[in-house]
């Protein structure tokens, strides 16, 4: 029985030129030529022995070792090998070392808190910093504010450029300054890699919340209405930070409760089941949340008779 050792060993389906990256799926082969008898193969990532499916070539030319797996962020610049030897003749190897992009694991916007509880008027806030984990290459870093109308601007004066040390990349950033404008808007920091046709990104959103009293949407502020004829008017107010509460004053200064008769309040709805000449004047409601409260006023005309009552201010 005659034993000869193997001529070569090659690896094939990884190249510099592939870009790799994270949750790839990356599939190589491992070719050993030659031997009497055939050698065996092994794979290893690193130091780790892999699970690899062999193959010997039917007419005895050469084995081959085929090896899948998903790369993951962990395997950058691990080494790749296959390990091939016939009987006791040395062992021949052949490897490549990976690299792999990813985006990072981790970003945040550090004193994000900060951003849920801005006051109008301020600037004196200072610089704000989004910082995330290591990625590969260096993830260029960009942030983008999202107004309610949902379009993007730029205004957000930040640095040129990301800061890259000791695996972590930040930016910072200053805001424009705070005025209701801003109160809902979107925060994004932006993390980009150029890498292929279509870029990598990975996003995190903070909302801006702008503490302020309440405002009322409109409303028509007067109302005619024949006497023993329902009303029903509903107001509605946007404030931060929330709740509202809504009180009601009749014209003659009284404060409006829900009553077994004829009123009915909820919030920022008044109803009156049966409008009598004594409701007519101006009514008033005020609005209040931790920040402060607004008041706004109605006039409530009744109609009687063919007559006009008014009540004069």
């Given at each position: 029985f005659f034993v000869d050792d193997a001529t070569s060993i090659e690896m094939h389906g990884?190249?510099?030129?592939?870009?790799?990256?994270?949750?790839?799926?990356?599939?190589?082969?491992?070719t050993l030529t030659g031997g009497n008898p055939l050698g065996k193969i092994n794979w290893f990532k690193g130091n780790e022995l892999m699970r690899s499916e062999y193959i010997s070539e039917a007419r005895g030319k050469y084995a081959?070792?085929?090896?899948?797996?998903?790369?993951?962020?962990?395997?950058?610049?691990?080494?790749?090998?296959?390990?091939?030897q016939v009987a006791n003749f040395p062992e021949r190897t052949a490897s490549f070392t990976l690299n792999v992009v990813f985006l990072p694991a981790e970003m945040r916007i550090i004193n994000s808190s900060i951003l849920s509880n801005l006051s109008v008027g301020s600037d004196n806030l200072g610089e704000f910093e989004c910082r995330t984990?290591?990625?590969?290459?260096q993830a260029k870093l960009t942030i983008i504010r999202q107004s309610n109308d949902g379009i993007k601007h730029s205004d957000i004066a930040s640095n040129i450029r990301s800061i890259y040390t000791n695996g972590i990349n930040s930016i910072k950033f200053m805001l424009?300054?705070?005025?209701?404008?801003?109160?809902?808007?979107?925060?994004?920091?932006?993390?980009?890699?150029?890498?292929?046709?279509?870029?990598?990104?990975?996003?995190?959103?903070?909302?801006?919340?702008?503490?302020?009293k309440p405002?009322?949407?409109?409303?028509?502020?007067?109302?005619?209405?024949?006497?023993?004829?329902p009303f029903n008017i509903t107001l509605e107010a946007s404030a931060y930070p929330m709740p509202i509460t809504y009180t009601w004053y009749h014209p003659s200064g009284r404060q409006l409760f829900t009553d077994q008769s004829r009123i009915f309040i909820n919030q920022g709805q008044?109803?009156?089941?049966?409008?009598?000449?004594?409701?007519?004047?101006?009514?008033?409601?005020?609005?209040?949340?931790?920040?402060?409260?607004?008041?706004?006023?109605?006039?409530?005309?009744?109609?009687?008779?063919y007559l006009f009552f008014f009540k004069v201010t």
């Open positions: 990884v190249t510099k030129d592939k870009i790799i990256k994270a949750g790839d799926t990356i599939i190589a082969e491992c081959l070792s085929r090896v899948e797996f998903i790369a993951s962020a962990f395997d950058n610049n691990l080494p790749l090998i296959c390990k091939g984990s290591i990625s590969n290459p424009p300054r705070i005025d209701l404008s801003l109160h809902g808007n979107l925060l994004t920091c932006e993390a980009t890699l150029d890498i292929d046709t279509t870029p990598l990104t990975k996003q995190v959103t903070y909302v801006l919340n702008v503490n302020h405002h009322f949407h409109d409303f028509h502020a007067f109302a005619d209405v024949k006497e023993n004829q008044l109803s009156l089941t049966s409008v009598q000449k004594s409701d007519l004047g101006i009514y008033r409601c005020i609005a209040t949340n931790t920040y402060g409260h607004t008041e706004v006023n109605f006039t409530l005309n009744v109609l009687c008779m």
